[in-house]
């Protein structure tokens, strides 16, 4: 039963790595193997740290407490995520309603060299690189912790926060001028949402 909890654990909290690969395809920047392996296992260590904190204040609390305060923490975190989008595009509807704004945080600085008059390198600096693996580690530390509060266990979280980091980030920045990748793109603190209100509601009744 942990495979299919563990399976939306990593795909949400590796919907920010897709964002991030879309944006520097469009921009023509590629990002090599040995990259995307560091950066997927720099947020495999943000993934494995907050899990563990979370086993930690199991140990402390009561256990139904636990697994019932980690599941409400997934639904509050996904319905912020959802409000957060609605809002964003509300927002941004009225300002310019031709103009649809991207959902994740992590990719507005991203975007904001998308439009500079500076033309980008062809392949991440080492500094990119880092800059990046800490952004999309430091993501995934509230969605770890209360994952694991709600029963999820260590090693099926790490497998597949690691295999869907390095998957989308690979897939976005290869196919980045895919018109279907990019409307996923804007709908991924939606579907970010939605996984973690499903992922919440699963560990609350199992």
Not at 32 to 37: D, G, I, R, V, Y
Not at 82 to 96: D, E, N, Q, S, Y
Not at 118 to 124: F, G, S
Request: charge should be positive; aromatic fraction near 8%.
């Amino acid at each position: 039963m942990q495979f299919f909890p563990s399976l939306l654990f990593g795909i949400s909290a590796s919907l920010d790595a897709l964002l991030v690969g879309i944006s520097y395809g469009l921009r023509g920047v590629r990002i090599k193997s040995l990259q995307n392996l560091f950066i997927s296992l720099v947020s495999l260590l943000g993934t494995c740290l907050s899990v563990c904190l979370g086993s930690r204040l199991l140990l402390i609390l009561p256990a139904s407490l636990a697994d019932r305060t980690g599941s409400i923490i997934l639904m509050l975190l996904g319905t912020y995520y959802i409000a957060k989008w609605t809002f964003g595009v509300l927002t941004c509807r009225k300002a310019h309603p031709a103009e649809i704004p991207h959902s994740a945080d992590v990719n507005q600085s991203v975007n904001t060299e998308i439009t500079s008059a500076e033309k980008p390198p062809l392949i991440l600096t080492a500094a990119e690189t880092l800059v990046l693996s800490l952004t999309l580690s430091v993501n995934n530390i509230g969605i770890g912790l209360s994952a694991s509060m709600a029963g999820l266990f260590l090693l099926p979280a790490a497998v597949m926060t690691f295999l869907c980091s390095a998957l989308f980030l690979f897939s976005g920045n290869r196919l980045g001028q895919s018109r279907l990748l990019r409307l996923i793109g804007y709908a991924a603190d939606p579907l970010s949402g939605l996984l973690l209100i499903g992922l919440g509601i699963i560990q609350l009744i199992f």
